[in-house]
């Protein structure tokens, strides 16, 4: 595939540049005993934002394979805005990497805050297999 995609409304995207993957309006049902967002709940979100930016690159079913080290640097709030911004870090033959950054923009004050990052590892599947959605992987590990 090569590193622009075609857009339902025809414009053009780089593969590699950072995209809004998806954005979120945090509730009181996913609070801590703390009244933050529980982190298993962002985590989730890492992961659906990872699948987004995977099937930019084909229709198969993406499953995660890895989740690199996650560190939270702000909380979430109820009623936050959260947003997932991702880009394609590696392509190999039947799997990527996605990196994939987390930002609040606060309730109140309409602050953005940076929460977290993540790599995500998503390999494409198709009847229960790993599938070749390249010709080859390129030899330096990047994007080619």
């Not at 622009?4 to 009181?28: F, G, Q, S, Y």
């Not at 979100?45 to 930016?53: K, R, S």
Request: proline content about 6%; overall charge negative; aromatic content about 8%.
């Amino acid at each position: 595939m090569s590193k622009e995609l075609n857009n339902p409304d025809n414009t053009r995207t780089p593969i590699d540049e950072k995209v809004m993957a998806m954005r979120i309006v945090t509730m009181p049902g996913q609070t801590n005993p703390y009244g933050t967002i529980f982190g298993g709940i962002i985590l989730s979100y890492i992961d659906q934002a990872g699948f987004v930016e995977a099937r930019r690159h084909g229709d198969l079913d993406w499953v995660t394979a890895a989740v690199d080290k996650v560190e939270f640097h702000a909380p979430v709030h109820v009623g936050d805005i959260v947003t997932f911004y991702t880009h394609t870090i590696r392509l190999g033959r039947t799997s990527l990497d996605v990196q994939v950054e987390v930002q609040a923009e606060r309730f109140t004050t309409h602050e953005v805050v940076s929460v977290t990052s993540a790599k995500i590892t998503l390999v494409g599947m198709r009847d229960g297999k790993p599938f070749p959605f390249r010709e080859a992987a390129p030899t330096d590990g990047n994007i080619a």
